[in-house]
């Protein structure tokens, strides 16, 4: 059961994560937070201690590559959070199909919006109000903790830990 609980929580908060990125624009800091405790809580039972070690090395190149790209307006911060606390959960395993992933879920993303926006603006009336009108603000902001979670929900089962509880 506890094998069950520790392996639900990081597809959890990645969903968790993707519904407020998508209906309101931001991601709490509790849940990069929760995420990031939870591994260190459970990380010594399943990780060798230098594996742990080049995890939070991932992680923190994560955090600083993700402030860059806030100090950029490419991403917002709470993205930047996100994907430093879903790499912490990937380490080098599985980082590159985590990237990959991310990459290709959020140029769907993109496109998806863009496409949509484009199709909304020929409307004679707003085609909604709330998450799904900001959502089709024709200059409006791209979600990217949707396809941050994709890319994770993806390649979690490549990492490490998920490895290393399932006994594989």
Do not use: C
Request: no cysteine.
């Amino acid at each position: 059961m506890f094998v069950l609980i520790v392996l639900s929580v990081l597809p959890l908060l990645l969903i968790v994560a993707a519904i407020k990125d998508a209906t309101t624009m931001t991601i709490p800091n509790w849940i990069s937070l929760t995420m990031s405790a939870v591994f260190l809580a459970t990380a010594p039972f399943v990780l060798e201690p230098a594996m742990i070690g080049t995890h939070a090395l991932v992680a923190a190149g994560a955090l600083a590559a993700g402030f860059a790209m806030f100090s950029l307006n490419w991403v917002g911060g709470g993205d930047a959070k996100l994907l430093a606390a879903t790499a912490l959960w990937m380490g080098l395993p599985a980082l590159p199909d985590f990237l990959i992933w991310t990459g290709l879920f959020g140029g769907g993303l993109s496109l998806g919006l863009i496409g949509a926006r484009q199709v909304a603006s020929y409307l004679p009336f707003a085609p909604a109000q709330g998450a799904l009108g900001r959502l089709l603000e024709p200059k409006g902001d791209i979600p990217y903790g949707l396809a941050i979670a994709a890319g994770g929900l993806a390649a979690f089962p490549q990492s490490a830990v998920f490895l290393a509880f399932v006994g594989l």
